[in-house]
């Protein structure tokens, strides 16, 4: 178990964003990156996407679809990762996980195997790992850009996006940062996780 509690997260010292808005400020400073890293923890286990074929896919129980999608997507995603490497500019996406997988874990984890085999570093983490962080509450879900930007990203609870929260301050960043780090330092590479726990499941039911 990573012995290690969340760092604080002052939520009145955050600023809202909505929808729109967390767009534009995401995309603005992401691409503006140039050598430096960048950091996704996703621990919810059920999202609801929007403008998703492949998710719409899931949602009608068309599993091969939602399959030939994520290989549709393959070169584009390799493009990206190429991008990032001129840019100096990883992008890691760190996976919490509960088994038995969920119907949109199942999913998401295909997802995300695609774009590590493309070039994205991704990871996979048992929600064992985090116990001791949460104690009180679960992981935020977050995005922090080149180690400055420090996003919390709300959802309802059916897991649809309801809207952000962007801290900038390094007291509060920082801390993140360093928890991130130590998280992904002992996490799985997912093509290996995926290999082990995903790939012999069946087609998972509509969700």
């Known amino acids: 178990m990573l012995d290690l509690r969340a760092p604080a997260l002052p939520v ?7 929808d729109d808005a967390y767009v534009s400020d995401f995309r ?3 691409r503006a990156i140039r050598h ?29 679809e939602a399959l030939r999608l994520f290989e549709a997507r393959r070169e584009a995603t390799q493009k990206a990762a190429e991008e990032d490497r001129r840019n100096g500019s990883p ?10 997988l969920t119907p949109y874990m199942q999913w998401e984890l295909h997802s995300l195997h695609v774009r590590a085999e493309a070039g994205h570093p991704t990871r996979v983490l048992p929600a064992k790992e985090v116990a001791a962080a949460e104690t009180d509450r679960l ?10 930007t420090f996003y919390e990203i709300l959802y309802t609870e059916t897991g649809a996006f309801e809207s952000a929260r962007r801290f900038t301050d ?8 360093t928890y991130v780090k130590q998280a992904w330092a002992v996490a799985e590479d997912i093509r290996s996780y995926f290999e082990r726990a995903v790939v012999h499941l069946p087609p998972p039911p509509a969700a």
């Open 91 to 100: 992008f890691h996406r760190l996976r919490v996980v509960e088994e038995p």
């Open 139 to 148: 992981l935020p879900e977050f995005v922090i850009l080149d180690n400055l």
């Open 36 to 64: 430096g890293e960048s950091w996704k923890l996703e621990r919810l286990q059920h999202f609801e996407e929007k403008d998703s074929p492949t998710r719409d896919a899931l949602r009608r129980g068309d599993w091969d």
């Open 28 to 30: 603005t400073r992401r």
């Open 12 to 18: 009145d010292r955050g600023e809202p964003l909505d």
């Open 170 to 177: 390094p007291e509060i960043v920082k801390p993140w940062v």
